[in-house]
């Protein structure tokens, strides 16, 4: 069963940084592409950022270009996204997902394929102004 659990989340202040996590289990990690997506309230799921297996090729949605680093550790099975210069806009539910297959791209090519919500518990952002 695939199990991601999400942590890294809290109260920011506009300006500030945020370093996120995602432990991944149940299936092999270094053999599929990974994602972050967000949620912010009364909103749908946002396309943030994606990796390939091997963390060689990423790819980021225009509103984090420049100020987000995903990466991924294959041997603890974690993938990171570091968020810097937050803004209240990025504020919301932070959530990993898994690609069907190895590459970067799958969700950036295919917005509409994205879930509908969270797998996980997610973890939360808030930003302050």
């Known amino acids: 069963e695939v199990q991601l659990v999400e942590s890294g989340g809290g109260l920011v202040q506009s300006g500030g940084s945020v370093r996120l996590s995602c432990a991944a289990s149940?299936?092999?990690?270094?053999?599929?592409?990974m994602s972050w997506v967000r949620q912010a309230p009364a909103k749908g799921i946002e396309w943030v950022a994606g990796?390939?297996?091997?963390?060689?090729?990423?790819v980021y949605a225009d509103s984090v270009e420049g100020r987000a680093t995903i990466s991924r550790d294959n041997a603890k099975n974690t993938l990171y996204l570091q968020l810097n210069t937050l803004t209240t806009e990025d504020a919301g539910l932070y959530c990993c997902?898994?690609?069907?297959?190895?590459?970067?791209?799958?969700?950036?090519?295919?917005?509409?394929?994205?879930?509908?919500?969270?797998w996980g518990q997610g973890t939360q952002v808030t930003v302050s102004s």
């Open positions: 990796i390939n297996n091997h963390g060689s090729v990423t």
């Open positions: 997902i898994k690609h069907p297959d190895s590459l970067g791209r799958y969700y950036y090519d295919r917005p509409l394929s994205l879930p509908s919500r969270c």
């Open positions: 149940g299936f092999q990690f270094a053999s599929y592409g």
